[in-house]
């Protein structure tokens, strides 16, 4: 193999927490991360406003909503929003399994970015647990299209992203990030890419009660003469596509464990990933569950194929 394998899961080693705003509820909401057994996976406490407790995992088959976020759980009942940039950031930084305690809706949008929940998971370390890590591997092309836009799973020796965007303003263009996914590259090329809106949507949002926390300090904010409203402009040339590809490693993030394989998209967004991730995870012949076999002196670790674990989220 081609790829750095992990052989165990892994969890947090001790527990923190961050305080911030919904970026569409514009409500303040602290959110606690701490340690979870193995196969626990990322699990979200959640409460309703009148108290009502309940259990959503963080699993393609919670998906409740794609519209401006994606949203886990019931949209019009208990349920919590705009997880991609956290998902994300459990994703490429390899942790496994997590206890979430959130006494909001919706997941602080924090500065737009993966940032300070890197900061948060480092502060707090990652520990090794016990029980093998186990991956999704692609098998074969899954394809779904959708207008003009498209997104695929193709089978490759790692974990790759191919992200494309296309936008008529000038100031985004049409643009390609290609990444390997690891926490190093996460942590230096994506995590710090904000999330990004223009003027004329933000008020029409505004009026319908969205993006009620959306400010300067957490979107990248394009006028309509297609200049930066942001003072500090940029912080990579290509902002903009390394944010859809965070956006795209959040939501495949639900698959529920890393695939192995190269996902590739044009003019994607929440829905079509979603879909493409459902469409996969559908057919048992695209995919196949593997770990870590037994190692041998002198030579690599090599996959091999297992029985699926009891909260595998490929049973939609």
């Given at each position: 193999m081609g790829i750095e394998l992990h052989e165990y899961q892994t969890t947090l080693r001790s527990r923190t927490c961050l305080s911030g705003v919904?970026?569409?509820?514009?409500?303040?909401v602290t959110i606690h991360f701490?340690?979870?057994?193995?196969?626990?996976?990322?699990?979200?406490?959640?409460?309703?406003?009148?108290g009502e407790q309940r259990e959503i995992?963080?699993?393609?088959?919670?998906i409740g909503a794609t519209d401006l976020c994606t949203v886990l759980g019931d949209a019009s009942g208990i349920h919590v929003a705009t997880v991609e940039h956290l998902m994300a950031t459990l994703f490429a930084l390899g942790v496994d399994n997590v206890a979430i305690d959130i006494d909001g809706p919706e997941v602080p949008i924090m500065d737009g970015?993966?940032?300070?929940?890197?900061?948060?998971?480092?502060?707090?370390?990652?520990?090794?647990?016990?029980?093998?890590?186990?991956?999704?591997?692609?098998l074969k092309p899954i394809r779904i299209e959708k207008g003009g836009s498209w997104a695929e799973f193709l089978p490759h020796d790692g974990t790759r992203f191919e992200v494309e965007i296309d936008f008529e303003s000038k100031a985004i263009g049409r643009?390609?990030?290609t990444t390997e996914v690891?926490?190093?590259?996460?942590?230096?090329?994506?995590?710090?890419?904000?999330?990004?809106g223009f003027v004329t949507d933000v008020e029409r949002l505004?009026?319908?009660?969205?993006?009620?926390?959306?400010?300067?300090?957490?979107?990248?904010?394009?006028?309509?003469?297609?200049?930066?409203?942001?003072?500090?402009?940029?912080r990579f040339e290509d902002e903009f596509?390394?944010?859809?590809?965070?956006?795209?490693?959040?939501?495949?993030?639900?698959?529920?464990?890393?695939?192995?394989?190269?996902?590739?998209?044009?003019?994607?967004?929440?829905?079509?990933n979603a879909s493409a991730l459902r469409l996969l995870l559908s057919d048992s012949s695209a995919f196949e569950i593997v770990e870590t076999g037994r190692r041998e002196r002198g030579r690599t670790a090599e996959l091999v194929a297992v029985n699926a674990p009891v909260y595998a989220p490929w049973r939609l």
């Open positions: 919904g970026v569409h509820s514009g409500k303040a701490s340690p979870a057994d193995a196969d626990t996976g990322i699990v979200f406490n959640c409460q309703s406003a009148d995992r963080a699993l393609v088959s919670e970015s993966g940032q300070s929940f890197v900061e948060a998971f480092e502060q707090a370390g990652i520990a090794a647990l016990s029980a093998k890590r186990r991956y999704i591997r692609v643009q390609k990030f690891g926490p190093a590259s996460f942590k230096r090329d994506i995590a710090r890419a904000r999330t990004f505004w009026a319908a009660g969205y993006a009620l926390g959306s400010s300067l300090d957490n979107s990248v904010v394009i006028a309509e003469d297609d200049s930066i409203v942001n003072i500090g402009g940029l596509v390394r944010h859809k590809t965070l956006d795209a490693m959040g939501d495949l993030a639900l698959a529920g464990a890393r695939f192995i394989g190269c996902f590739r998209s044009y003019r994607g967004g929440h829905s079509l």
